[in-house]
């Protein structure tokens, strides 16, 4: 059982960092080129050859939450690293929750972009408050790999059961 809550743990933080690679590399490569000039910038997103980073998202995000459960289900004994897991898993509900609430929604709105009346310096507006915004959670998500890590720290052999 030690092996497996080990394994459960080490699949989790190395999906974790997967999914903060995802995201340091979207603020420094795509956002700022993508983000910079809509709704003729949008035609990073369009076309034959457009870019689609969503598929990433729509895999990372899947297997991450199903490891968090897995990892938080094998470590449930364990009180100090149920906590950490589930400090981290709350930290991750509340980004999922505002992905879903404002930046989803404002991506398809640039992905829209080239069919709406919405001025440049408008849409320039929006995105940069986007990217300061999503720079915000990107830290939260960093925040969230710490617990991760000191959940390992902590020895299974010798952490504190509880039934």
């Known amino acids: 059982m030690v092996k497996l809550r080990n394994l459960s743990l080490l699949v989790t933080i190395i999906l974790w960092a997967t999914l903060l690679g995802g995201i340091v590399y979207s603020h420094i490569v795509f956002f700022p080129v993508y983000l910079s000039a809509l709704p003729d910038s949008a035609a990073l997103v369009h076309g034959p050859y457009a870019l689609h980073e969503e598929r990433f998202w729509m895999l990372i995000h899947p297997l991450l939450i199903l490891s968090l459960i897995l990892s938080l289900v094998l470590n449930w004994k364990l009180k100090k690293r149920r906590k950490l897991i589930a ?8 980004a999922i929750g505002a992905t879903t609430l ?5 991506l398809i709105a640039f992905q829209a972009s080239p069919e709406s009346s919405v001025s440049r310096a408008d849409w320039f507006a929006r995105g940069q408050r986007w990217q300061y915004l999503s720079w915000l959670r990107g830290v939260f998500m960093y925040a969230g790999f710490v617990p991760l890590l000191l959940a390992l720290m902590e020895s299974p052999q010798n952490a504190e059961e509880v039934e």
């Open 102 to 106: 404002y930046f989803v929604p404002e």
């Open 87 to 94: 400090i981290t898993a709350g930290i991750y509900a509340l």
